[in-house]
């Protein structure tokens, strides 16, 4: 903030005083250490399953050393993803640009342009070490990194191998606590002259939720509360929402997504991915929670709501658990900054990729623009930047960390980013000038889950979405309607309020270049076979034969 002097009326000496005071401040701004930058990262990490978020069933499955960051500094309530799925959401932040500029639209069958700009090749530039551990997931290898040990492709929760420039090595253990121990390690013999940007990316909580084996039993004995929409019946909303392929009821699997046999059907997913992987003592521990787990529900026998309501338990334990992992490498990181003097000067930053359905709609997984999946934890602590215990609802992106990083490194961000830098806000700024609207475009259409093709447009309680392959549109007043049940663009009450987001839509769509029509784009590996990805219930429905 800039105060006016008018130094004609004063004093001489008051003159000087004052220019003292500007040059020590700018002399110690100059000498001032950039801030480091911990970014830890996780996959598909619901805001309902984060403590300061202050969900029930976060107030069950306890998050301390997450809300720690919150505490310590800022919570983001209002973070919305460009594009609600893993690889998209990660070529956002690393480029700061929409999927239709990055070229990264889905996860399936496509690589990073990997010699494209990107925020750590810029800090590098301006002196900083860059460093990635952990979940990558973006086809090519990673690039401005001085350091990166990541895993490949999804990665696996149990005994995962990891790439680094030397090629593939196998670990013995659990993913989230090798990326925290890898994570350490790097801090421990960087080049301490140098500040540095550490980016730590957990596969966890992701599909399907292997929990540490400490943490196997975990919660066993809790109920946990059940959304009001698990049942869920999409009246009210279109064809997307009816035709999608991630229901607890239809699309998750017993024995892939919750274990059931998982250990004795030797041809199923789980036991040729996971359970075969462990290690005969790893096996002991799994066996003893998952068979007794098992045997429990094959005596209960559930069937109809009841079978729901025993997936829906068993899922979000299995997630709650995979997240108290998170929660303890966020700890271990913390713990090692204050003990090595650099919490202070550290600027530290959890988020997750998008969010995640943990029963509302009766779903699981992301690609919906309707709030579960939309938002985004964001918690960023900056000792003597942001006050603690700050609280934002404007509307930030995934969009913002690239040009938020670079702000922070004091580096300038190039113009052709679309994203706003946070610092402002980080400082306490409370301008009108933040954006208003925020535009989204999910593309991956056939694929997992089925969610149709779909952009839109909001503004922090209406909800304009188009199925533009579909030629739908649905209008969700979020105030009136805060679990999104309703669609109200045939609503003639609601006429202004369509045609203002329908303006700002195409608005957006012209400023962030978003090239007009039907994006041509199409999944190629989907070939001939649109049903290729179909779920094993889907399949069943629909009369077709089980997938080899
Ligand atoms: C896997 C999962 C899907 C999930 C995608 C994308 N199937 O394919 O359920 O939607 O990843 O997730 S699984 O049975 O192999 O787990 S993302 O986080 O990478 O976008
Ligand atoms: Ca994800």
Redesign the pocket.
């Known amino acids: 903030m800039f105060t006016f002097i008018d130094y004609s009326r004063r004093p001489t000496k008051v003159f000087f005083l004052h220019l003292i005071l500007s040059l020590t401040t700018l002399s110690s701004f100059l000498h001032a250490k950039k801030p480091n930058i911990v970014f830890v990262f996780s ?2 990490h619901a805001t309902q399953a984060l403590g300061a978020y202050g969900h029930p069933i976060s107030k069950i499955a306890q998050t301390p050393h997450l809300d720690q960051i919150a505490k310590a500094g800022m919570r983001f309530d209002r973070c919305m993803v460009t594009n609600s ?3 998209p959401s990660r070529a956002t932040i690393l480029t700061g640009k929409y999927s239709h500029l990055n070229g990264f639209f889905v ?1 399936e069958g496509t690589q990073f342009d990997s010699s494209q700009q990107t925020f750590p090749k810029l800090m590098r530039k301006s002196g900083y070490q860059t460093s990635i551990i952990g979940k990558w ?1 973006l086809g090519s290898d990673p690039t401005g990194f001085d350091h990166w040990d990541i895993l490949p492709g ?1 990665g696996k929760y149990y005994n995962p191998d990891f790439k680094t420039k030397k090629g593939l090595r196998n670990y013995t253990g659990y993913c989230t606590e090798i990326v925290t121990d890898k994570a350490l390690e790097w801090l421990e013999q960087r080049n301490k002259q140098k500040p540095f940007m550490l980016m730590v990316q957990h596969k966890a909580p ?3 939720w292997d929990p540490d084996f400490k943490y196997l039993d975990l919660y066993d004995d809790v109920e946990f509360p059940e959304p009001d929409t698990l049942f869920d019946n999409y009246e009210g909303r279109g064809t997307a929402a009816k035709d999608q392929d991630m229901s607890i009821e239809i699309s998750m699997e017993l024995n ?1 997504d919750l274990k059931v046999d998982g250990n004795s059907d030797k041809k199923s997913r789980y036991y040729k991915g996971n359970y075969n992987r462990l290690t005969p003592e790893q096996k002991l521990l799994w066996d003893k929670y998952y068979n007794k787990r098992n045997s429990k529900f094959k005596k209960l026998n559930p069937k109809g709501r009841e079978l729901i309501r025993w997936k829906y338990q068993s899922y979000v334990k299995d997630y709650v658990r995979c997240i108290k992992s998170v929660d303890d490498s966020v700890g271990r990181l913390r713990t090692y900054l204050k003990k090595n003097n650099l919490l202070e000067n550290t600027v530290f930053i959890y988020s997750s ?1 998008q969010g995640f359905y943990l029963g509302e709609h009766g779903w699981f ?1 992301k690609r919906f623009m309707y709030d579960e999946s939309y938002r985004t934890p964001l918690l960023i602590s900056w000792p003597g930047v942001t006050k603690p215990g700050q609280s934002t609802d404007k509307l930030v992106s995934n969009l913002d960390f690239a040009q938020t990083f670079l702000a922070i490194s004091g580096t300038q961000a190039p113009s052709d980013m679309q994203g706003m830098s946070l610092v402002p806000l980080l400082k306490g700024s409370d301008s009108d000038l933040w954006r208003t609207h925020h535009y989204y475009h999910y593309y991956e259409y056939p694929g ?2 089925m969610v149709r093709r779909h952009e839109g447009v909001y503004d922090g309680q209406y909800k304009l979405l188009h199925y533009y392959d579909l030629n739908e549109w649905e209008l969700l007043d979020t105030h009136k309607d805060p679990k999104e049940m309703m669609n109200q663009y045939q609503n003639p009450e609601y006429k202004n309020v369509v045609a203002a987001m329908s303006a700002k839509l195409n608005d957006l769509k012209s400023e962030y270049q978003v090239p007009a029509g039907i994006p041509e784009f199409r999944m190629k590996h989907v070939g001939n076979d649109p049903n290729r990805y179909l779920s094993k219930g889907r399949r069943k429905i629909e009369g077709l034969p089980p997938k080899k």
Do not use: F, L
Request: proline share 0%; hydrophobic share 10%.
């Open positions: 996959d598909d799925i893993c690889g996860n997931h999804q992701h599909r399907n892939n990729d997984d997992w889950h």
